[in-house]
């Protein structure tokens, strides 16, 4: 009878605590939705790293704004990230800070490459495309402070 109560009070016990965690990951959910975006962000920035440093310059192209790929040929900004060297030879891009806003958002990280360890940061907007969902694209790239996407 002792035993059946216990396991009575340990089935119990697990009901709740799977209902308690259950509420735990629901609450964070919504308490920071941005966190899946600012993952998805991070990603984007260090595919566009990776794809200049490994010369698919036509990737990290395609990830820019509509606006500036309008204005900036695909051949003029392949050669300009041809003459970055501190993009050659991608190792990493890990995310140090970032900032999410409804339209703007910006990934701070570490970059590491053959060239060294460098500070980089990365901007995105989010830009609303006739018949398709909002987009998030790089507006801005900076690695030691320094603007990298030619203007």
Do not use: C
């Amino acid at each position: 009878m002792i035993r059946e109560m216990l396991q009575q009070v340990s089935k119990e016990m697990l009901a709740a605590l799977a209902v308690s965690l259950a509420i735990m990951v629901l609450f964070f959910a919504l308490a920071f939705p941005g966190a899946r975006r600012t993952g998805q962000l991070t990603t984007m920035a260090r595919t566009w790293f990776e794809s200049v440093g490994s010369g698919r310059t036509d990737i990290a192209y395609d990830l820019l704004a509509p606006s500036y790929r309008a204005s900036f040929g695909r051949e003029s900004f392949r050669f300009s990230m041809s003459a970055s060297p501190q993009l050659r030879g991608f190792r990493s891009f890990h995310r140090t800070e970032s900032e999410l806003a409804k339209d703007r958002a910006s990934v701070e990280g570490e970059l590491r490459t053959d060239a060294g360890q460098f500070e980089a940061t990365v901007h995105f907007a989010r830009i609303e495309e006739p018949g398709s969902r909002d987009s998030w694209y790089v507006t801005e790239v900076l690695v030691n402070g320094a603007a990298l996407l030619p203007r």
